[in-house]
């Protein structure tokens, strides 16, 4: 040995090994859209709308990063939308695009870290009917609680989602494509 020591990493079985199995594999469709890309070709917005691949990988990474949260923590980790100012919703929408100074590799290695929390706790989390009230906004169904089963349900449904924005994305950019 050199001194050094390797995290344990738990592995996940049953109804955890199945959840994670299919966010990996959602995962890997959104990332592979991004593959070969400069980072002024991951900035570009290629269709009439506002993403961009790398964007939309940021994006992703909050999102996940914030259910992670909520799983954690509750309705407290997720901003109170009630009350969001100009700039929380500037900022906001800078989460769907590569500012500059940002790159690529470090948007993917910021989504591969999100990615590596995420799955540790689902394999190690004591209970996956623990649940939390949602907090209030528009999008949500009012006093509605969701289980961390529910929330990994609802990040792998966004993640499969935004794959397919990145594939629309990724054709419309270079013609790439996916699959197919």
């Known amino acids: 040995m050199n001194g050094t020591t390797t995290p344990t990493t738990v ?5 955890r090994a199945d959840l994670l ?16 890309l400069t980072d002024e070709q991951a900035a ?5 709308g506002e993403l961009c691949l790398g964007g939309l990988i940021k994006h992703v990474t909050d999102c996940e990063r914030a259910w992670v949260d909520f799983i954690l923590e509750g309705p407290s980790a997720m901003p109170d939308f009630a009350n969001m100012t ?14 500059p100074g940002e790159t690529l590799a470090g948007v993917l290695a910021d989504y591969a870290e999100t990615a590596r929390r995420t799955d540790e706790l689902v394999a190690v989390l004591p209970d996956l009917d623990v649940s939390h009230p949602l907090p209030k906004a528009p999008w949500f169904e009012a006093d509605a ?16 989602q ?11 950019l270079d013609g790439a494509k996916s699959m197919g």
């Open 145 to 160: 609680h969701w289980s961390a089963r529910r929330v990994l349900l609802h990040v792998i449904a966004e993640t499969a």
């Open 11 to 15: 592995a996940a079985t049953g109804e």
């Open 21 to 36: 199995d299919q966010l990996t594999r959602q995962r890997h469709f959104l990332r592979f859209t991004t593959r070969d």
């Open 162 to 172: 935004h794959a397919g924005h990145a594939d629309i994305l990724r054709e419309s």
């Open 44 to 48: 570009l917005r290629t269709t009439a």
């Open 86 to 99: 100009q700039d929380d919703f500037d900022r906001h929408a800078d989460g769907f695009r590569l500012l």
